[in-house]
Structures are given as C-alpha cells and as structure tokens.
C-alpha cells in the first residue's frame, strides 16, 4: 500500500507541474500578444508601387501586436493594388517590420496618341495597365491609330516574355501599332508582324533568328512561324 501511495504522489506531483507549465505558457503567450512592449512603433516600406497607396500598409500594421502579423494580414489590400503580386513581412523585434512590396513586372511603356492628349501607361506582367509618366528602361509601344483589337495586351505580355527568353535585350525593343499593322524595331533591324495576332509564336521565331545571326535589314512574317528576312 506505501509503495502505491509513493506512486500515486509522483503522479499527481507530475501532473501538477504540467499543469503549471501550461498556465505559465498560457500567460506568457497572452502577455506578449498584448504587451505594448510587442506593438509595432516602425514600419518600413520596401519596394515601389504607382498606386502611392503604402500607406493603407502602415495604417492596418502600426500598434498591432508583431506576433500576429503576417503575410497575409494585408490580402485585401492586396485587391486593391493590382500591380503588387505580393507582401513580404519581415519581423525585427520588439516593434519593428519591414513589408517588402513585389510588384509584377513591368512589360511594356505605351504612348496612345489617338487623342488630341497623348497618354501615358504602363503595361504590367498580369496585362494590367497603369497610367504613368515616368520613364522606364523597358521596350516601348507607340499606338497612333485604333481601335486595339480585344486580347491585344496578352498578345504583348505573350511577346515580350517570349523575346526575354532568348539571349536578346529585349527591353530595347521598339514597337509601333497603326490600328492594323504591328511593327517592331530591334537594333538595325525592322519587324513587320503584320497584324498583332499570334505575337508568341512570331516572336519565337524572331527570337530565334536574331539570337543567332547580325541581322541588318528587315524581317516580314507571312504566317505565325515563317518569316523572311532580308539581312546584311
């Protein structure tokens, strides 16, 4: 009976000293979820974004508690900035955060001089257009007549991420649209595509040819794979 009892003592004893640790965890979370020690007082912005709305970050971050925030605290802001694929957040403690901006590419600076005011946007990765003036080293396109046929801005999505897979600079490229036809310019060298259709396929063949050779002259498509070139 005495060695029962012995046992029994440990086991409680046992038991009491889990209990114990589980409140003392339970306390501590709580009192660092709720310390102002822990609220976040900096906050830094990394990245650009032409929407200017970073402060929509600060304001939903600043004297929250840092161990509740997380990438996905600013999902909704996220659906109001269209050209920011992502947030990355990152922690210095007790009070610091830094969230990173990742925009999505910038494909394509477009100039639209269909209106008495010409126009100035950006084209984006996922085809979002953005009005801008600033000037960027990235391939431009000159609209000077319309309309722009429907699919029109995954066509240049389709272009020039397939020129950027070869070994070309492909934000030297220049490209202009009349409204019918859709011509390029690349170095010394001039690119009739015909109409803006099936630009992934015609730039792969462009790619291709101009990866491998000094073309000086002029390259004409006549279908979506076959070009002819007339190069020095």
């Known amino acids: 009976m005495e060695i029962d009892f012995n046992e029994q003592e440990k086991v409680s004893f046992k038991s009491f000293l889990i209990f114990t640790l589980l409140l003392l965890i339970v306390l501590n979370t709580g009192f660092m979820l709720n310390s102002t020690y822990f609220r976040i007082s900096e906050i830094e912005l990394a990245g650009s974004n032409e929407l200017s709305q970073e402060t929509d970050f600060i304001k939903l971050a600043f004297g929250q508690s840092i161990w509740l925030i997380n990438d996905d605290t600013f999902t909704n802001e996220l659906l109001l900035m269209p050209t920011i694929q992502s947030v990355n957040v990152l922690k210095e403690y007790p009070n610091k955060i830094t969230i990173e901006l990742i925009e999505y590419d910038k494909i394509l600076s477009i100039t639209d001089l269909r209106s008495s005011v010409p126009k100035k946007r950006t ?6 257009e953005i009005e801008s003036d600033r000037i960027l080293n990235i391939a431009t396109l000159t609209i000077t007549n319309g309309p722009v046929p429907a699919g029109f801005n995954g066509e240049m999505v389709s272009l020039i991420m397939t020129l950027k897979s070869y070994d070309l ?31 992934g396929s015609k730039s792969a063949a462009l790619g291709a040819l101009l990866e491998n050779s000094d073309c000086v002259g002029e390259v004409r498509f006549i279908s979506k794979e076959d070009l002819i070139a007339n190069c020095d």
């Open 169 to 199: 600079d492909a934000d030297t490229f220049n490209f202009n649209f009349d409204g019918e036809f859709f011509i390029g310019e690349y170095r010394d060298t001039d690119i009739n595509f015909g109409k803006p259709v099936d630009l």
């Open 123 to 128: 084209l984006y990765k996922n085809m979002v």
